[in-house]
């Protein structure tokens, strides 16, 4: 399989609010004496980038679209509920995790920002 960096790839637009946070939150876990402290943060964060990533990929396309209400009330509602069973499963599976393979994703977060 050829190396991440020659696969084709998409990216999304998000929040510079959330920006900022994720390289604070970047820039704390490569400094920690101790990442596994900031486990919930980034279980947090990983949620947060999930939605936003469902909405750029999924909701926007369709307000762009101008689909019509129902269709996008029914997109929402799908998200939404997407969302809520994620968001538990990713702060378990995160909040499980040891110092390596916290630093191993924040590793893989940075690779993916351009």
């Known amino acids: 399989m050829p190396h991440s960096s020659e696969m084709p790839s998409l990216h999304f637009c998000y929040p ?9 939150l970047l820039e704390t876990l490569e400094q ?5 402290k900031h486990r919930s943060t980034l279980g947090d964060l990983v949620v947060e980038l999930t939605d936003a990533g469902l909405d750029s990929y999924f909701l926007e396309p369709l307000r762009l679209a101008k689909a019509g209400f129902l269709v996008q009330q029914t997109a929402n509602l799908g998200v939404t509920s997407a969302a809520r069973i994620m968001a538990p499963m990713i702060r378990n599976i995160i ?3 040891d110092r390596n393979q916290i630093l191993s994703i924040s590793g893989y977060i940075r690779h993916l920002m351009h």
């Open 16 to 24: 510079e609010k959330l920006h900022s946070k994720l390289l604070h």
């Open 32 to 36: 920690s004496d101790d990442p596994i």
């Open 95 to 97: 909040g499980r995790l």
